[in-house]
Each structure stands twice: as C-alpha cells, then as structure tokens.
C-alpha cells in the first residue's frame, strides 16, 4: 500500500476528515475530531502512526520489524509502522479498521454510532408535523 493508497483508505471511513494541524508535511486523520491515523509526507520510506490497542500493538511489533512504537505518541496505544515495505495490504487495512473503530468507541454516546450526527435541536420540525 503506498501513501495514495493509505489516504484514500482512511477517507472512505464514515466522517474521516483530514488535515495538517501539524505542519504541511503531516496529514491527520479523524472521525468525531479525534485522531485515528497520521501520516508523515516527507519521510522515505513512508510511515503513519495508528492508534492500537496495547497488547495487539505489542503483537504487531512482534510480527514486523516494520511496526515500532508510535513515534512522538503514547507508545503503550499507537504504533508507527512503514507502509510501503512490505505489509501486505490486508494487514494494513485490518490495522486502520481497528485505529479507526477505537476512536468510535471511544466518541460520546450521541456520537459513537457510526455515521450519527451531533443532536440538533429538534422541536421546530416536531411543531410542523402536528
């Protein structure tokens, strides 16, 4: 999976939003305003940080050596890893759902449901339909 590739994956998240509070050379990915993905743009080979949960994290060290604790993040919850250098695709995409769904887990209850928006105010539309 190259960057391209990566990019496109984490936006195809329901309400995946990206961005570069960073810096331009770092896009951040989140649902609900919380990280789940953060890629680094200008680094050979190409790496992200994902969120893990700790012992998988720990797993996914011991599998690759292409997996290494989260690079300027909390090293025990999220995992840097090199995407293009021979994680197979699968992988890597099974590693973004899991980043991805801790975040929504972790999302208010009004929020968590995957595709939910914020609560509106609702009583004007109630008036309309009696």
């Not at 936006?11 to 989140?30: C, N, Q, Y």
């Not at 980043?99 to 309309?128: C, D, F, H, Q």
């Amino acid at each position: 999976m190259d960057l391209a590739q990566f990019r496109e994956y984490c936006l195809s998240k329901p309400r995946a939003t990206e961005g570069t509070p960073f810096g331009p050379d770092v896009l951040v990915f989140k649902v609900g305003g919380k990280m789940f993905a953060l890629a680094v743009l200008d680094e050979m080979p190409s790496t992200v940080n994902l969120k893990c949960d700790p012992d998988w994290a720990l797993d996914l060290r011991g599998r690759y050596e292409q997996v290494s604790p989260g690079y300027h993040m909390n090293k025990k919850h999220w995992n840097t890893v090199e995407i293009e250098s021979g994680i197979p695709s699968a992988e890597l995409r099974k590693m973004i759902d899991r980043s991805y769904g801790l975040v929504v887990e972790s999302l208010p209850k009004s929020m968590a449901r995957v595709g939910a928006r914020p609560r509106r105010n609702s009583t004007p539309a109630r008036r309309g339909r009696r």
